[in-house]
Structures are given as structure tokens and as C-alpha cells.
């Protein structure tokens, strides 16, 4: 939870020899078709179809939704007029809109051989209404694991976030100014333990947050994709909308040493916007680590919106406070109805329809309780 500061960056060097060494797996990937089409595939690794209302389009003779320009990729998502049906993917959403999506052809997998990687890229995203575009590792066999590097939602905040299950997720939310410019947004993932790896995350060469994920030995396909509508608030744009990429890099290291790491600590940040959910008097259950630190535990029914070894972390009047369990399980009978179950508590929306928002737990959608 805690925040560092970082007069600069040290990175890893590794001297080539036969015991260490520093392999570039994507680089300078952009420049034209032929190369592009080396490193990266169309589409989802999975089809065209995922959880909103975009269908993803591309090909070797198709760039009308993926596009090379000036060393970047254009994602181009356009809505559509006439009915497409409906997503092949949970929840099956109508389909608004035709859009670009791509993924390494290279898996990547962070093991013994190759302890460390680093992955980034520059982007201007959008954060109109109802866009959702995405940047991240998704499990190559499975899902979870997921990473998400960059993961727009409507608004101008970006979310970090690390799925170790469908319940189990850390995320770090940051403003981004003026996000109609090219940012940075990097990775550094260090092998910690047999199981464990320590995810680091960058946005313009700053250190931001590190989680850590069960992950190790377990294939990652990267993608970048432009969907719309879904887990996206606001009202969602009538016409074509763009995303953009460039200098995207994926680099691993067989050296067991991980990166340097922040130094030095400053007091916990304070926080920008107040989160909680219909704050009472009544407090919930939360971690004794935090409240140790002088921390108290939420309101009811709060949001979780950060998690680390002490805890699960939500904000209430712009102070950093415990968030546990304590919510309704109560839901609209809209859910039910259709065989689905009601969440267990206040959580990240992943997709709003005449229904309501729906969540995730235990690799299932739910519907969320109202008051969330």
C-alpha cells in the first residue's frame, strides 16, 4: 500500500556470458506488414468474441480495424447498424460494434530459465464513454492468470490489476493526465519462489505498485485490444474510435537477481476520490495488520480497491481505510431469473446490461447487490 519516491530507475544490467544473458523477444515490431505479421496474430488468441460489445476483425488482407501508422499499431472500433447478434462470450452481449484486437504469437512464462521479463509500451488510449481498451498478459491455457498492464474503462483512470482467481484480484487505480498523449506503461515480473512471482508496475518510468501472483511456470499470451461497452461506464460513442501503440517490448533475462526496488518509503498517499459505498456508521471486519497501523476499517459495503500482504484496502473520505467482507448478498431477481447467483459482496463491475452490473466470483458471473 505504501508509495515511493524515485529520484531514477535502475535497471538490470547482465554482462553476456554463458551464465547470463539478456534475450529481446519483441522489438521494432511495428515498422511494416511483413514484420507485424511475425510477432503478432489477429484477433483474440481465442476467436473474435470476448465480454462486450465489440466483435474483433483483422487479417493479413483486413486492416480496417488494425492498422500500422508511423512505427504504431491503430486499433479502430466503429459501431455498427445493423444486428449482429449477440457475443459467443459470457454474458453474451448484443453486438455494437466492429473492432481490432492483437496477441503475440509467442507465449511467455516466467520460470526457472527465465526468472525475470519486462514488458512495456507506449499508448494513447481512449477514455471517452463506454470504450474499454486493454493492454495485458492473459493465461495462454487458462483463465485466470490474468495481468492487466494498461485497462481503460470509460474514464481517465487506469487500472493495474492481477487476477490469481476470479475472487482473488489486486488492482491499482491511477488518474492519468492528459491521456490523449503517448504514455508509458511498463512491467517488471521477478520469479520469488517456486509458486510466487513479485509484479512491478510503471507508468512513465515511475514505480507505482507491486503485487504478487501465484503465477510462476504458467504461459501468458500478450494483447492488445479495443473493447467496447461491457465492465465500460458512460454513454458509448456513435461513430469510430481509435487506439493507439507503439515501442511495444517484451525482453527476459536468465539471471536470478531481481531488479532494485524502491528505496526509499514515504507515508501512504492520500487518496483521490472517496470509493466506499453507502457509508454508515456501521464499521466492517477488517484486517488487525491494518488497523495496527493506525488505519480503521471502512464503512459497510465497501469497495476493495487495493490488496497486499496486510489486507484488503478500500477509501473513505479520502483516507485509506480496511475493507473486508462485510456486505449484502442481496440482488436483483432480474439474476436469479436467469439462473445466476448474487455476489458475495461489493466488487469490480465487469459488465452492466437491463439486467444490472455483474461481477465475477469463483470463475461464475453474479449479479451484484444494488446498493453496491
Not at 487505480?173 to 503517448?182: C, L, Q, V
Not at 461497452?229 to 501503440?245: D, I, K, N, V
Amino acid at each position: 500500500m505504501k508509495f515511493f519516491a524515485l529520484s531514477s530507475l535502475l535497471f538490470l544490467t547482465i554482462v553476456k556470458n554463458t551464465n547470463a544473458y539478456w534475450e529481446t523477444l519483441i522489438n521494432d515490431s511495428l515498422k511494416d506488414y511483413g514484420t507485424f505479421e511475425k510477432y503478432w496474430a489477429y484477433l483474440y488468441p481465442w476467436g473474435s468474441d470476448h465480454n462486450g460489445s465489440a466483435r474483433m476483425y483483422g487479417a493479413p488482407d483486413d486492416h480496417n480495424h488494425v492498422y500500422l501508422e508511423n512505427n504504431s499499431v491503430v486499433l479502430q472500433a466503429c459501431r455498427i447498424n445493423w444486428d449482429e447478434g449477440k457475443s459467443t462470450a459470457n454474458p453474451h452481449p448484443v453486438i455494437h460494434y466492429h473492432s481490432g484486437a492483437i496477441h503475440s504469437i509467442q507465449t511467455f512464462t516466467i520460470n526457472d530459465q527465465y526468472p525475470n521479463y519486462e514488458i512495456r509500451g507506449e499508448f494513447i488510449a481512449p477514455t471517452t464513454g463506454g470504450t474499454w481498451p486493454a493492454f495485458w498478459l492473459n493465461g495462454a491455457w487458462t483463465w485466470p492468470p490474468e495481468i492487466d498492464i494498461l485497462e481503460f474503462k470509460g474514464t481517465t483512470t487506469n487500472w493495474f490489476n492481477t487476477f490469481r482467481t476470479s475472487s482473488d484480484v489486486s488492482t491499482y487505480k491511477e488518474a492519468i493526465s492528459n491521456p490523449n498523449t503517448w504514455h508509458e506503461y511498463r512491467l517488471w515480473i521477478s520469479k520469488v519462489s517456486d509458486v510466487n512471482m513479485d509484479i512491478h508496475f510503471y507508468i512513465d518510468g515511475k514505480w507505482r505498485a507491486k503485487h504478487t501472483a501465484n503465477h510462476v511456470g504458467k504461459p501468458f499470451h500478450l494483447i492488445m485490444n479495443l473493447q467496447m461497452e461491457g465492465s465500460a461506464s458512460g454513454q458509448a460513442p456513435s461513430g469510430c474510435t481509435l487506439y493507439r501503440g507503439r515501442n511495444i517490448y517484451v525482453g527476459r533475462s536468465n539471471e536470478s537477481a531481481p531488479p532494485a526496488e524502491p528505496t526509499t518509503t514515504t507515508t501512504k498517499a492520500a487518496a483521490t476520490t472517496t470509493i466506499a459505498k453507502n457509508p454508515t456508521v456501521e464499521p466492517n471486519s477488517c484486517s488487525k495488520k491494518i488497523t495496527s497501523q493506525g488505519y480503521s476499517c471502512c464503512p459497510a459495503n465497501c469497495q476493495i480497491v487495493y490488496t497486499d500482504s496486510d489486507g484488503t484496502w478500500g477509501v473513505h473520505n479520502d483516507q485509506w481505510c480496511g475493507c473486508g467482507e462485510g456486505s449484502t448478498t442481496s440482488c436483483s431477481s432480474s439474476f436469479t431469473s436467469q439462473g445466476y447467483g448474487c455476489c458475495s459482496r461489493c466488487g469490480e463491475v465487469y459488465f452492466t446490461d437491463e439486467s444490472g452490473n455483474w461481477g465475477i466470483e469463483n470463475g461464475d458471473w453474479c449479479g451484484l447487490p444494488s446498493n453496491c
